[in-house]
């Protein structure tokens, strides 16, 4: 739950990497690089805050309200502070056929904590997502780039142990 | 076995490699195009095939091939759907992380066709781990000199870029991938113009689904007229079905288009039938958008014959008794499933993935969701089936992308199969939102 530093900058290695994917596209298209930018953003400050992406408008040279219309439209963003790890739990019909609403009500139950919200020791966020492409695996829920699949209370049971530690 | 053109070295160790892809035949399309073919003999044998865009379209890939406009210096884009979000449908997700290579070979196959000299595979963002493989795999490649400038000597030149989505189903319709490609909100283009005369950054431009470019290297070292001669009619090839819900064996198979649908679902290749102790109900056999089916219409048609894994038979009796093979996202439901709960959820989806741009699909799907909601929590009334009904007839063609038929149809074919069911949660407030074991138990049994 940090505050975005400021002033607000990428480290270096992502200043570069930015640099590189805007060099994907053609000249004057450097706005292409918006989403893929925004995603190295939340990945240095686990979210995106107004300042940030008034400072990915300047990178790009385009105007802040390109950024703000973008990170709102996109579900992957978080406008918010989020806790340390984001649960996103696939709440769509095949993972629910699978026994996916129970499993969601023990989460929550067990983390005390609805979608939306932040256990209070900032470790955990609950969000709820729309399908993950894993329906033959579900249940589902997804941690950064990490799909846990197939859960039962048991798997929820050590995952919440093992990234608590 | 029935034949595998995607998958036959799917489960090979290391197959996510470039050697060992390569030691399984792999780029050997790149050199034959290269080497020994024009573009225009490439767009020949994908017409040949008869391949339809695997997607959920169904459109002739070769035919959306010959639509590209060729102005003289303008560049041409070749650009890869991998969004995949159709609930139901994890194929690409599959074939992507599985065997990378595949795509590799066909996305620089398919742009030498198109003259593209820079292509886009865009995949959801939630995909991230699959576009580190997919990255890896280009910077092989590349090394290898099947990439990158002057490929194989030859004086092409192609450079892959993988794009991140954002998280937003809609940016699976192609004009609202390439708005999203261009760094902008989702919302879908009116059209015309069509992206083969003006698509990214106003370019002429072919969007195809990861599976549909995934054929073409099988399809250039065995020929079109190969590919064509598998299948049924004009279902040619192989399908990619990703199989979920209540069956013994959930997962992604390869199967010969017009293998039947009993057999599919029941035998021990495939799906293995329906988990022990429980019966079919009802299957969405194309991703969530297209016609629910109840058990008596699945695996024979309206007319008493069987059912197959076709484009026209799954469609055969139109909507009034038969469905859509679309992604190939097969949910299967047993007799435990609750059609009303179901129909919410799908409908809470479309709702969620609205991009808001038309009234009728951003004011409709919600409209829908709500009412869904209050029948399935014991506080519907007889008038709320028909007005479904009637939301989604008036969201239906009215809007500028498919979403809002997307979001009609899971709805309106509930009602016309489950109408009983719906009536049952009205009558029964206090049993409504209890798990479909109840209805079953009440009604069924």
């Known amino acids: 739950m940090t505050e975005t ?47 940030v992406m008034d400072y990915v408008a300047g990178l790009l040279d385009i105007l802040p309200v390109e950024v703000y219309e973008v990170a709102t439209f996109y579900t992957m963003y978080h406008l918010d502070a989020v806790g340390k790890h984001v649960i996103e739990y696939c709440r769509t019909g095949p993972c629910c056929l699978m026994g996916g609403e129970d499993i969601y009500d023990y989460l929550k139950e067990k983390l ?5 919200e932040t256990t209070p020791d900032g470790l955990f966020t609950l969000k709820e997502v729309e399908c993950l492409a894993a329906c033959g695996w579900g249940p589902v829920f997804q941690i950064r780039e990490k799909f846990y699949m197939n859960l039962t209370r048991e798997k929820v049971d050590q995952i919440i142990e093992e990234l608590s530690k | 076995m029935a034949r595998k053109i995607l998958t036959e070295h799917i489960n090979v160790p290391g197959i996510e490699t470039f050697d060992v892809y390569r030691k399984h035949g792999g780029y050997t399309a790149v050199e034959k195009v290269i080497k020994t073919m024009t573009p225009e003999e490439v ?13 959920g379209a ?77 990255e890896k795999a280009i910077e092989e490649a590349k090394a290898k000199g099947f990439l ?24 699976g ?40 470019i995934s054929n073409m290297p099988w399809i250039i070292n065995n020929g079109g007229d190969a590919y064509a001669a598998i299948g049924i009619g004009r279902s040619t090839g192989t399908k990619l079905i990703s199989a979920s819900g209540h069956i013994r064996k959930p ?3 390869e199967i010969e288009l017009g293998v039947s649908v009993d057999e599919f679902l029941n035998s021990d290749e495939y799906c293995g039938g329906i988990r022990d102790g429980h019966y079919l109900k009802a299957l969405v056999a194309g991703g969530s958008s297209v016609p629910i089916l109840p058990a008596h219409l699945i695996t024979k048609t309206a007319n008493g014959e069987d059912r197959l894994m076709s484009y026209e038979s799954l469609s055969d009796g139109s909507f009034a008794t038969g469905t859509m093979l679309g992604s190939g996202g097969f949910i299967v439901f047993d007799e435990t499933a609750c059609i009303v709960r179901n129909t919410w959820n799908f409908s809470r989806f479309y709702h969620h993935e609205s991009c808001g741009q038309c009234s009728p699909c951003r004011e409709g799907t919600g409209w829908m969701e ?51 069911e719906f009536v049952w949660h009205i009558t029964h407030p206090h049993e409504a939102s209890q798990p479909g074991a109840v209805y079953r138990d009440a009604v069924l049994a």
Not at chain 1, 43 to 49: D, Y
Request: glycine share 12%; proline share 7%.
């Open chain 1, 5 to 51: 530093s400021n002033p607000v900058a990428f480290t270096p290695e992502r200043l570069e990497k930015v640099k590189e994917i805007i060099d994907r596209y053609p000249a004057g298209r450097q706005k292409s690089a918006l989403l893929p930018v925004l995603h190295i953003a939340q990945e240095q400050w686990g979210w995106v805050s107004s300042e």
């Open chain 1, 112 to 116: 005390g904590i609805n979608a939306g």
């Open chain 2, 43 to 55: 767009v020949e044998e994908a017409k040949k095939s008869g391949v339809r865009g695997r997607g």
């Open chain 2, 58 to 134: 169904g459109f002739p890939m070769g035919m959306k091939w010959g639509f590209l406009a060729k102005p003289e210096g303008v560049p041409r884009y070749l650009v890869c759907n991998a969004d995949e979000s159709e609930p139901g449908t994890f194929k690409d997700h599959h074939l992507m992380k599985s065997i990378p290579h595949l795509l590799i070979e066909g996305m620089i196959v398919s742009s030498f066709a198109l003259g593209a000299n820079k292509s886009f595979i865009y995949v959801r963002g939630e995909l991230m781990y699959v576009i580190r493989i997919l």
């Open chain 2, 148 to 171: 990158g400038k002057n490929i194989l000597g030859s004086g092409y030149d192609l450079e892959l870029v993988v794009q991140p989505g954002g998280g937003a189903y809609i940016c």
């Open chain 2, 173 to 212: 319709e192609e004009t609202a991938l390439l708005e999203s490609l261009e760094g902008k909100r989702g919302n879908p283009r009116n059209k015309p113009p069509f992206p083969a005369v003006k698509g990214l950054y106003q370019s002429p431009t072919v969007v195809n689904n990861v599976e549909s």
């Open chain 2, 251 to 253: 997962g992604v198979y």
């Open chain 2, 370 to 420: 709500k009412v869904l909601h209050r029948i399935e929590h014991g506080h519907g009334n007889m008038h709320d089936i028909d007005l479904l009904v009637d939301i989604s007839k008036k969201i239906e063609g009215n809007t500028i992308c498919p979403l809002g038929d997307a979001a009609a149809w899971p709805v309106a074919s509930a009602i016309r199969h489950f109408r009983d």
